[in-house]
């Protein structure tokens, strides 16, 4: 295979093709394929049904398995696994010790690193952070400027046939809410509710101590 460098193996029913690269000491294996332009590197290994496509990078000691999809120019790194029907696209980052599987989608220009899992069907985008020990799962929709870096950074729930999330942001207010993935104000909420969520913010959100968490400049 003219696509296959190094030290690189390629085993079972996977393929490689069109412009893609693999190289470095990684592992393509069951039936999982790389094409268009991706590449797998270092010692990433990928196997299962899992796909990597379009711009989409795997590398350092990361595990893309099962049916899960690398696309866009999203870049998944270093100890992070991928798994179930999990999808990474956009420009969206994984790395660290983090894990997305389930239905997840992580996308947009949104990271998920540190020790975070991202799993039932929770959609993590826009240029969201989710970092830390988080976990996020559910139907939850976080994006904007969300800085969640624990469990409880996060909430949600049902109104009507409609999913609320209310999540820790770096913008000036501390938080976000959104309706199905629309901004929302506590202007909108009916008293009690709004009296609800501003309580919850305050007991759980640690607004006067909160930092931009630190983050890998690393970009390949």
């Known amino acids: 295979m003219p696509n296959v460098f190094e030290g690189a193996q390629i085993s079972d029913n996977a393929k490689v093709s069109g412009d893609a690269l693999v190289f470095g000491n990684c592992?393509?294996?069951g039936n999982a394929r790389i094409y268009g332009d991706a590449?797998?590197?270092?010692?990433?290994?990928?196997?299962?049904?899992?796909l990597v496509y379009a711009d989409g990078r795997a590398y350092g000691m990361c595990r893309v398995f099962g049916d899960s999809q690398i696309a866009g120019q999203s870049r998944v790194y270093?100890?992070?696994r991928i798994f179930g029907s999990g999808f990474i696209h956009g420009t969206a980052q994984v790395y660290g010790a983090a894990q997305v599987g389930g239905t997840a989608q992580v996308f947009g220009s949104a990271k998920v690193y540190g020790d975070a899992m991202i799993s039932g069907s929770a959609r993590i985008y826009g240029n969201a952070r989710v970092a830390g020990d988080a976990r996020v799962f559910g139907d939850v929709q976080i994006?904007?400027?969300?800085?969640?870096?624990s469990i409880r950074h996060w909430f949600s729930f049902t109104l009507g046939s409609e999913t609320m999330s209310v999540y820790r942001s770096?913008?000036?207010e501390g938080y976000e809410i959104?309706?199905?993935g629309q901004d929302a104000t506590i202007d909108l909420l009916d008293e009690d509710l709004g009296r609800f969520v501003l309580k919850t913010i305050e007991s759980n959100f640690?607004?006067?101590t909160r930092s931009k968490p630190t983050h890998s400049g690393l970009r390949r």
């Open 78 to 80: 270093e100890d992070a």
């Open 27 to 29: 592992r393509i294996y």
């Open 206 to 208: 640690d607004l006067s």
């Open 178 to 180: 959104n309706i199905e």
């Open 39 to 50: 590449q797998v590197y270092e010692d990433a290994h990928v196997s299962g049904n899992a």
């Open 170 to 172: 770096s913008r000036p």
């Open 143 to 149: 994006r904007g400027f969300a800085l969640v870096e």
